[in-house]
């Protein structure tokens, strides 16, 4: 006698049903978690500080000063600043203050046309803070100086 179990009919159906079911369920969670990871692994970078670089342009006769946006600072690196053109060879200098004008411990640094800095500063030290950058002249010009460039409160 033949021990194999006889399968019936409708058995074999309901299998089939619970397998494709399975699948479907797998592609479903598989295209829904790729996704959220790659999304995840791209966010992380953003987690680590306002680095994205935004514009900023002045404008400034003499010894007149100009300020890049505030922007909220989330950590304790240094911001970031490039300038992409700073008109008449000039050079200015730049340094970071609070949302109010308040000091924040900043370095100073020196800016020309396509040259960039990591300017120092202790905003972070109690925690987020809004800040902005500063620029001024180095001289008092007999023209006056336009420049533009980006900026990050936090370099990474």
């Not at 079911?21 to 953003?46: D, Q």
């Not at 500063?134 to 990474?156: F, H, I, K, L």
């Amino acid at each position: 006698m033949n021990s194999q179990r006889l399968v019936k009919p409708h058995q074999t159906d309901n299998r089939k049903r619970e397998r494709t079911t399975m699948n479907a369920l797998k592609r479903v969670l598989l295209g829904a978690f790729i996704p959220l990871l790659g999304m995840a692994c791209l966010a992380t970078p953003a987690f680590a500080g306002n680095a994205l670089s935004t514009s900023w342009s002045g404008y400034a006769k003499n010894w007149s000063t100009f300020d890049t946006p505030n922007r909220q600072k989330q950590n304790a690196s240094d911001s970031f600043v490039r300038a992409d053109n700073v008109s008449g060879n000039h050079t200015l200098r730049v340094w970071a203050l609070g949302y109010g004008n308040d000091d924040v411990g900043s370095g100073v640094r020196f800016l020309t046309s396509n040259t960039y800095a990591n300017v120092p500063n202790n905003a972070f030290k109690n925690g987020p803070k809004q800040i902005h950058l500063r620029m001024q002249n180095v001289e008092n010009y007999s023209s006056a100086t336009s420049a533009y460039g980006v900026w990050s409160p936090d370099s990474n």
